[in-house]
Nanobody, 120 residues
Framework: QVQLVESGGGLVQSGGSLRLSCAAS????????MGWYRQAPGEQRELVAS???????NYADSVKGRFTISRDNAKNTVYLQMNSLKPEDTAVYYC??????????????WGQGTQVTVSS
């Protein structure tokens, strides 16, 4: 199992920046794919960005060129640098970790979420 704790959310003006951090404990961090998801009120949770153990990265189209995901396996931490923030980025952001412990079996772990609010 892995425990995830997010930090770094807050209120920022449109065009501003925030950096989210997610500290992991309890398991071998480097074996997990790490990601950030977000959920706005009344909306489904959506993938923002993910990064594999070897550094392969995937971004949602809506954040490409503005957000950067990175991981530090030595510190068991994944980051999301968010620049040029827009009001539509307002959501609760969740850290996710997953791996496949066996064929066809996916294990997901979630943090408690951190609120990001972008004012216009």
């Amino acid at each position: 199992q892995v425990q995830l704790v997010e930090s770094g959310g807050g209120l920022v003006q449109s065009g501003g920046s925030l950096r989210l951090s997610c500290a992991a404990s309890g398991s071998i961090f480097s074996s997990y794919v790490m990601g950030w998801y977000r959920q706005a009120p009344g909306e489904q949770r959506e993938l923002v960005a993910s990064i594999t153990r070897v550094g392969t990265i995937n971004y949602a189209d809506s954040v490409k060129g503005r957000f950067t995901i990175s991981r530090d396996n030595a510190k068991n931490t994944v980051y999301l640098q968010m620049n040029s923030l827009k009001p539509e980025d307002t959501a609760v952001y969740y850290c996710n970790a997953y791996r496949f412990p066996g064929p066809g079996v996916r294990s997901d772990y979630w943090g408690q979420g951190t609120q990001v609010t972008v004012s216009s």
